[in-house]
Every structure is written in C-alpha cells, then in structure tokens.
C-alpha cells in the first residue's frame, strides 16, 4: 500500500466524521416547532417565545431612537394602541404583552420586533384613509409576530453559520475551493437580511385574519396598497424621475405591491364579512393635525429651500434638484445624476480645525484628497472650497467640498457632478454655496412644519380648488394620493379629505 493510498483513506475517513457531525448538528438543533398561528412547523430551534421577549425589549428602544423617537402626541398613541390591542386580542398569542409605537418619522413604514413590539410612522398614518386601512397594516406585523417569523429567520441564519463552519472544516479535510464556506456564508446572509417574500405574503394573510376578526373590511388592505403604488409614483415624479418608481419603492424588499394587492383582494372576498368596519370619520379626526413630511428638529424644506429654526440656518438648491431630508444629512438629486449633499462636522472635529483651508486640504484623511484649495467668505462667515475627481460604480465623477465655520459647527456641502455637466451646473452650485446665511431669530420663529388639515367639502369645491390649498410640491397629485382619489372622481359636499398646509 503506497503512502499515496494511505492519505486518501484518512482523507475519506475524516470526510465521513464530519459529514456525520453535520448530521448530528442539525438533528440536535433541529427545534421545529408548531407555528401558533399557520398550524404547521417551522424551525425556530435557536430562538425560544422568551429569548423572544428579551431580543423585543432590548431591540424596541434602540428601533424607536434610530426612526426619529416616539411621535409626542398622547391622545394618537392611545387611539393606536386601543386598535392595536383590538386586533391582538384576536390572535393565536392574545396574551402577549402587545405594544404599539407611533414613530416621529416621515417615511411610510411599519415594523413588528418579536416578543409583541410594533411601530407605525406617522408618515404612514396620514398616507392611510382610514381606520380600516391602518388595521391591516399593524395586523399584518401582528402575523410577523404571531408567526414567529423572527425566530425563523435568526434560526435559519444560526444553521447557515453552522452549516458554514463545518463546511470549512470538510473543504480543509477534502480539498474544496478555499472559498466554498466564504461563498456558503455570502448566500445566507443575502437570503436572511428581511422577511422572505412567503413570510411577507403570510403576514398579509394573517392581518386579514385579524381584521375580519375584530370586525374591519377586509378589503381594506388591498386600498392601502394601492395607495402604497401611487405614493411610489408621486414619490418618483417629484424626483423628476417618473419612469424610476423602484428608487422610492419602499416595498423594494417586499412583495410586488401589485402581487399584494391581488392576494389581498382574493382573500377578502373568501371571507364571509358583512358590512365590515371602515371608521373613516374616527381616523381623520385622530389625525388631524398630524404633523407632514419633515420635523421642526431635521430642518424643513420648502420647494427648493431647506431652512434647519434650531441651527438657525437655511440655503438654497439650483432649479431641477429634489431635496430629501434625513437625520443625518439632506441630499438633492440633480440632472444627470448629479448630487448635492449638506450635513456637519461632529463637535470635536470643529473646535480642532485651525483653519478652514487646513480642514478642507485634510478632510479626506489621506483616502481623499482636495485640490486646488481656496478661502472663501460666505455671507460673514470663514469657508473653503476644493475639489478632485474618483471612480465610482456610475464612472468618474467630479467633487467640490465647501466648509464653513459657524461659530462651533462647520457645515459642509458636497457637490456631485459627472465631468461632462460640471462646467454647465457650476453656476447654479455657487448659487447654493453663497445662498447659505445665519437665520434672524424671528425668521427662525417663524418656521413651522407642515400638518394634516382635515377639512370639510363645501359646495362648488373640486380637486382642483382643494388642491390649490396644499403647501406641497405636485399640489393636486399629493390631494388625490392622501385622499385615494382618481382623475375623475368627484366630490360631495359634507365629505372629509386631507389637506396638507403650513
């Protein structure tokens, strides 16, 4: 027997062992258990009902911080809570210690943490129509909840990172590509970032449980989502981008809204409701008043100024950029890809800076590096510019970096342009750039955010007349779209709609 011979018999024995210790591994760990709420059995091995509690307690505060805290309005909170806990008195788990948040957060989004956890924006709040509409929504993560599906997703990413590991072992022992386990481990973390799409599709039709349960139309999740659609749409045309839906598709990781929509709308008709709820009027007087798009806090825009009343602060972006705010930073896209970005330097970056020109010339922490620096004064204040160009994924493109020092903070503004567009937009960004200025305290005093106006249609009163009182971009547009209104609909007089004014 050759020596040769030897080392494949070994090989093949160790191959065994730990093909054998895989086996062993996920018998052991296989933790299937009955789904509470679908009847079948899921793995959820790693993560049991009071790991769940815990994980939710520990997740909630930290969720809440990062969408903008809780909405401070006590009586909205209890209204949702009250249907909240309606709708989870008809689950499979009634006795879970539920909690409904309102978060202070523009965006339209929902969240379930496990453990009985769930979050609803405001933003979504005024984009729904009703009490009904607002159910299906916060059924839908009482059905991530109640099926468990939390504990699925960290058990099935437990088992891949076991199943990774002893991958690598046998690739040692049997000669696989070195980077078989890199690419194992690549895959499940892809898969297991969200719900899966059959995860999604069972909230869905456990929030129509739920909402058939405690007396709702059921029909009403099949109105939100195509509300959800329109809302993309807007979203997309106010970017000037009508054809890019996907981009403002916050649903990108969900389902096909129109999938949705058509599986809603087949499991309302199989259920045997008559004369299910809608509480239009109750939800629009529980939203009236509900504060619209951006918080004082983050700064306000208004067409194609951003002014910040607590930073004292406001500038200007060229014509054809669409501003989008954020916590951290305001971003406008331009033309041809074209990117303007604002935010601040941390406090402890700023009181070390001696110069604005030193800053400018150093920013980039050797990684980056502006050229061609300059002092600037911008209306009183110390500034400075410099530019460069980088490769990115979109080619090469230009960068022009201006600082400047406001008392303790530096404020940056970033300009983004493809080389062939930066000669014909530089005289709109210079624009920007001396258009930034210090806010008087009455000009601060006087910036008030956008709110929910729940108004009353009079006789004579058309989309048209109502819309013209929006403080929003695309006024008539964002009218038919919070109010779930086509072209041709008319309007009666006594009917309720949503306004958005200042």
């Given at each position: 027997m050759s020596g040769g011979g030897a080392v494949s018999i070994l090989a093949g024995m160790k191959i065994r062992l730990v093909v054998v210790l895989l086996a062993l591994a996920f018998t052991s760990l296989a933790g299937c258990s009955v789904n509470p709420a679908t009847g079948e059995r899921s793995f959820t091995g790693f993560m049991s009902t009071e790991d769940e509690k815990r994980v939710g307690a520990e997740q909630h505060p930290q969720l809440v911080k990062q969408f903008g805290g809780e909405y401070n309005n006590a009586q909205l909170e209890a209204y949702v809570q009250k249907v909240g806990a309606s709708l989870a008195a008809q689950t499979e788990m009634p006795g879970l210690n539920y909690s409904f948040t309102?978060?202070?957060?523009?965006?339209?989004?929902a969240f379930a943490l496990p453990g009985g956890y769930v979050h609803i924006t405001r933003g979504l709040l005024a984009l729904a129509d009703n009490e009904a509409e607002m159910a299906s929504v916060l059924g839908h993560e009482l059905g991530h909840i109640t099926a468990r599906h939390a504990a699925q997703r960290y058990s099935q990413s437990m088992a891949a990172n076991i199943g990774v590991g002893l991958l690598g072992v046998l690739g040692a022992v049997a000669g696989l590509p070195a980077g078989t386990a890199d690419i194992a481990g690549y895959g499940a973390q892809a898969y297991l970032q969200s719900y899966s799409r059959d995860q999604e599709l069972e909230a869905d039709e456990l929030g129509i449980r739920y909402m058939t349960r405690a007396g709702y139309d059921p029909a009403a999740m099949a109105t939100f989502f195509r509300k959800l659609d329109a809302f993309t749409a807007l979203q997309a045309a106010l970017a000037g981008s009508p054809d890019a839906g996907d981009?403002?598709?916050?649903?990108?990781?969900?389902?096909?809204?129109?999938?949705?929509v058509e599986q809603a709308k087949k499991l309302a008709a199989a259920q045997a409701v008559t004369d299910g709820r809608i509480d239009r009027d109750r939800y629009l007087a529980a939203i009236n008043g509900l504060l619209y798009g951006d918080a004082p806090a983050q700064g306000v825009r208004r067409g194609r100024t951003f002014a910040h009343p607590g930073l004292a602060i406001a500038f200007e972006v060229p014509p054809g950029f669409v501003m989008f705010n954020s916590a951290d930073q305001v971003t406008a896209r331009g033309p041809e890809g074209s990117l303007i970005i604002f935010d601040a330097a941390g406090a402890d970056e700023a009181r070390s800076v001696p110069s604005m020109t030193q800053y400018v010339a150093s920013v980039g922490g050797g990684r980056l590096r502006f050229g061609d620096v300059q002092p600037l004064s911008v209306n009183g204040m110390e500034a400075a510019t410099g530019a460069t160009r980088v490769s990115t994924r979109a080619g090469a493109m230009d960068l022009r970096?201006?600082?400047?020092r406001d008392g303790q903070r530096i404020y940056r503004l970033i300009f983004i342009t493809p080389p062939g567009v930066t000669a014909s937009l530089r005289e709109g960004l210079e624009r920007t750039t001396y258009s930034f200025r210090r806010l008087s305290p009455d000009e601060a005093a006087a910036i008030k955010p956008l709110r929910i106006s729940v108004v009353t249609v009079a006789s004579g009163d058309t989309q048209q007349s109502l819309a013209m009182r929006m403080a929003t971009p695309?006024?008539?547009e964002t009218f038919r779209v919070l109010n779930g209104l086509s072209a041709s609909d008319g309007l009666k007089p006594g009917q309720k709609v949503k306004l958005v004014t200042g």
């Open positions: 309102v978060l202070d957060d523009e965006l339209i989004n981009r403002f598709d916050i649903m990108a990781s969900h389902p096909r809204t129109a999938d949705r970096l201006v600082a400047i695309l006024p008539l």
